[in-house]
């Protein structure tokens, strides 16, 4: 005969768990563990995104209500950049906008200046995913702006590589 096993898997990100969403909620205190469970919480959202991104929409629900709970505005902002990219990639791109303009608006009520930068990047990406090329160089060139004025290297270098693709997507490529 043949023998077979099973073998029952449990699979979960870092940081996505209803008992670590609960404690940051019930806490009324803003810790630096809480700001590393919700970096956690919105990197497992970012990693969800391409294969479930119904799980992600609902994990960055979930991050909102405890952001805004928590007055956690970087969090936030994090929240909606991330909504707003889920639903450039399946082609919402009115949704995407509102998303990252409301991740933008916090940012910049809250002198955010990784926030702004980041706000502008992904609006540049939408514009460039609907060939709105003119509006996607616009956002871009802020962004760089922002990341070069902050010193913040490697956020400008990121814009930077989504400038040249702006560029080859419209078929300049010098």
């Given at each position: 005969?043949?023998?077979?096993?099973?073998?029952i898997?449990?699979?979960?990100?870092?940081?996505?768990?209803?008992?670590k969403?609960?404690?940051?909620?019930?806490?009324?205190?803003?810790?630096?563990?809480?700001?590393?469970?919700?970096?956690?919480l919105?990197?497992?959202?970012?990693?969800?995104?391409?294969?479930?991104?119904?799980k992600?929409v609902?994990?960055?629900?979930?991050?909102?209500?405890?952001?805004?709970?928590?007055k956690?505005?970087?969090?936030?902002?994090?929240?909606?950049?991330?909504?707003?990219?889920?639903?450039?990639?399946?082609?919402?791109?009115e949704?995407?906008?509102?998303?990252i303009?409301?991740g933008?608006?916090i940012?910049?009520?809250?002198?955010?200046?990784v926030?702004?930068?980041?706000?502008m990047?992904?609006?540049?990406?939408?514009?460039?995913f609907?060939?709105q090329y003119?509006?996607?160089l616009?956002?871009?060139n802020?962004?760089?702006?922002?990341?070069?004025?902050?010193k913040?290297?490697?956020?400008h270098?990121?814009?930077?590589l989504?400038?040249a693709?702006i560029?080859?997507?419209?078929?300049?490529?010098?």
């Open positions: 005969g043949i023998l077979i096993i099973l073998f898997v449990k699979f979960e990100y870092p940081g996505y768990s209803h008992d969403t609960n404690a940051v909620l019930q806490s009324r205190v803003v810790s630096d563990h809480d700001s590393l469970i919700f970096k956690q919105n990197d497992s959202a970012w990693k969800l995104r391409n294969y479930d991104p119904n992600a609902l994990l960055l629900d979930s991050i909102i209500k405890l952001a805004k709970e928590k956690q505005n970087k969090s936030l902002t994090v929240a909606y950049n991330n909504l707003g990219i889920i639903y450039a990639n399946i082609g919402d791109y949704k995407a906008i509102n998303w303009l409301k933008f608006n940012a910049s009520e809250n002198k955010d200046m926030g702004t930068g980041r706000s990047n992904n609006l540049a990406e939408v514009y460039r609907q060939h003119d509006k996607a616009e956002y871009i802020i962004a760089i702006d922002i990341h070069k004025k902050n913040q290297v490697d956020l270098a990121i814009s930077c989504n400038l693709k560029y080859q997507d419209m078929g300049k490529f010098k």
